[in-house]
């Protein structure tokens, strides 16, 4: 251990991403990034910046995200006190657990979901324990504890991709009127059903998104927050005691138009739900059992063929997916849903690797 490090660098397990390895003709399935290009109007927005007001680059940006947050409430039908934008929906999600979720109680999250959750906890010392998903890979609700100080999981689930319904969420959310509700919705837009909606009504909801899945902004690095003024709030006093401009010109131009142009996001996600079920149709067809997903990937598993095998024997013939090695899941890949002729070279190739190992 290096000398100069504080007791809580040593203690720190990190969040591990998907790898990004730069190989000529690699077909990268591993990290759920979106296909296809973004929004024409997204790309304009940056080179109107860059050619118009780029002088401007030498000056911070707006602190408070103002357009960009304006987009993301005409959008939703929110005021824009109930929106907050940071770098990524990652950078939200810690002020989130930096602001909301370190009580004395316990925050609690399924046993199989986002992995950054645990990394956030563990950096932020905050007391934490799961709930099991069912055998059917669900997250059930009524499993949650009465003393808990809060709960967060995605919607759908990740790395399953099941999903709840807004009504079941909704009804929790009065059952529990007083333990602080936080959904991650980074990939909501590929069949899900939003909560957004839900915040006007609900001041223990708060709800997390992601400009990176159904937007095609990985790179930009935009992530948002819906919930009443009082939690969003607690965010923006964070993010002004850590980085007061989170949100670069660029990112904040692309953003606002990818939001606003709906005809691109509606035709995008349309193509990569096609893509979806043809391929968890080859994969059935190969033997594998396929869990029904509202993302844009699939979680599978073959009954007689391991997982780390098939990963290995995908990545010799470049083609990135990924195996998580944990309880109850060291059985299953999560596979991005690719373009149609990803998905098809993917296919061949699980068709070829299941008769040989």
């Not at 409430?73 to 979720?101: K, M, Y």
């Not at 927050?225 to 939690?231: D, E, H, M, N, W």
């Not at 979680?299 to 013939?317: K, M, S």
Request: aromatic share 8%; proline share 8%.
């Amino acid at each position: 251990m290096n000398p100069f490090w504080s007791p809580l660098v040593g203690r720190l397990s990190p969040y591990v991403p998907g790898e990004q390895p730069q190989i000529d003709g690699l077909i990268k399935l591993n990290t759920n990034e979106n296909p296809y290009p973004p929004s024409p109007r997204a790309i304009e927005a940056i080179r109107a910046v860059l050619e118009a007001d780029g002088d401007r680059l030498r000056l911070y940006p707006d602190p408070q995200s103002l357009s960009l947050r304006q987009a993301a409430g005409r959008l939703h039908g929110t005021p824009i006190d109930h929106v907050f934008a940071g770098n990524g929906s990652d950078e939200v999600l810690a002020f989130v657990f930096q602001g909301l979720l370190h009580h004395d109680r316990p925050l609690v999250f399924p046993d199989i979901t986002y992995s950054f959750y645990p990394s956030y906890c563990r950096l932020y010392g905050i007391p934490h324990a799961t709930f099991n998903i069912t055998d059917a890979f669900e997250i059930d609700l009524s499993l949650v504890a009465a003393d808990v100080g809060a709960v967060i999981f995605p919607n759908p689930n990740a790395p399953t991709g099941r999903a709840l319904s807004r009504d079941r969420i909704e009804q929790f959310l009065r059952d529990r009127p007083t333990t602080l509700v936080v959904v991650d919705e980074a990939y909501v837009d590929f069949g899900a059903q939003s909560c957004v909606p839900l915040v006007c009504e609900h001041p223990n909801l708060l709800v997390t998104q992601s400009l990176s899945k159904s937007r095609a902004l990985a790179g930009m690095r935009v992530g948002l927050a819906f919930g009443q003024p009082g939690l969003i709030e607690a965010l923006v006093r964070i993010k002004d005691s850590f980085n007061s401009y989170p949100i670069d010109r660029l990112a904040s131009a692309a953003g606002a138009a990818a939001l606003e142009d709906m005809a691109w996001f509606s035709e995008n996600c349309r193509k990569i739900v096609a893509n979806r079920d043809w391929l968890t149709g080859a994969l059935q067809d190969h033997g594998f059992q396929v869990l029904p997903s509202m993302a844009n990937f699939v979680f599978v598993r073959h009954p007689r063929v391991q997982a780390a095998g098939l990963a290995a024997g995908l990545r010799a013939r470049k083609i990135l997916v990924r195996h998580f090695d944990k309880p109850r899941i060291q059985e299953w890949l999560r596979i991005t849903v690719g373009t149609r002729e990803q998905c098809e070279a993917l296919a061949d190739a699980v068709a070829a690797l299941t008769s040989i190992l």
